[in-house]
């Protein structure tokens, strides 16, 4: 069965520090990737996804995630945190070329300190 | 005004009670679904539906039901409320034309059963 693991539940850095939150996939094809952020009290914003081309994707905020197909990993990243960052973020696939339908991992809550 | 709303967006209801959580999208798109989201769970699919004649059922739709009124309009019940239905609930939209399978998601509703 599909899944999506993120191995870190919470992550704290201190602002103007860089990140690297994780997210492993299990799927027998190249699946098409999605990081979501939840602000407090929010609903779920799209950062960026892969599904073709370039393995490195620019998203909003200034985040990047880089998809692996050896380590069957697409982690995200940002070179410097702002304390706004401070959020939810959720890593989730879709089976390509089936129907749309999300499996979400687990999610890892980022604090940001001052 | 948002493209995909939710009501209410919080509501505290009893053991055994029905309740009926609602969302409209002005999206236009073809696919919607409502999800659950568990602390340390991530987002779980309760139900989908690519058209108004079509629903599904997601991993964990046991105690709900739905109804698509209209392209617009998708709503979840809860039959028979119960304490473990305490969850925050979203709802979310997709174009089947989208390649990349991007959900957009509305702002949420938590639910509490006491």
């Known amino acids: 069965a599909q899944s999506v693991t993120q191995p870190d539940i919470h992550i704290t850095v201190s602002e103007g520090a860089s990140l690297e939150l994780r997210c492993n996939y299990s799927y027998g094809a190249t699946p098409y990737l999605f990081w979501y952020v939840q602000s407090p009290g929010q609903g779920l914003q799209l950062l960026l996804k892969?599904?073709?081309?370039?393995?490195l994707v620019q998203g909003i905020k200034g985040f990047e995630a880089e998809f692996k197909r050896s380590q069957s990993s697409f982690n995200l990243r940002k070179p410097s945190v702002h304390w706004s960052d401070a959020a939810e973020y959720f890593c989730a696939v879709a089976p390509s070329g089936g129907y749309n339908k999300l499996i979400f991992g687990a999610g890892t809550r980022l604090a940001v300190h001052p | 005004d948002a493209d995909v709303t939710q009501t209410p967006r919080n509501r505290i209801t009893k053991t055994g009670k029905r309740i009926m959580l609602e969302c409209s999208q002005t999206k236009g798109h073809d696919r919607m679904y409502w999800y659950r989201q568990d602390p340390g769970l991530g987002l779980r699919l309760i139900y989908y539906s690519f058209d108004v004649k079509d629903i599904n059922k997601g991993e964990i739709s046991d105690g709900y039901s739905v109804s698509r009124q209209a392209q617009a309009k998708f709503s979840l019940s809860l039959e028979s409320a119960i304490p473990n239905q305490t969850a925050l609930y979203f709802c979310?939209?997709?174009?089947?034309?989208?390649?990349?399978?991007?959900?957009?998601f509305g702002p949420g509703t938590r639910l509490t059963v006491t």
């Open positions: 892969y599904f073709s081309g370039d393995t």
């Open positions: 979310a939209t997709s174009d089947p034309r989208d390649v990349a399978y991007e959900q957009y």
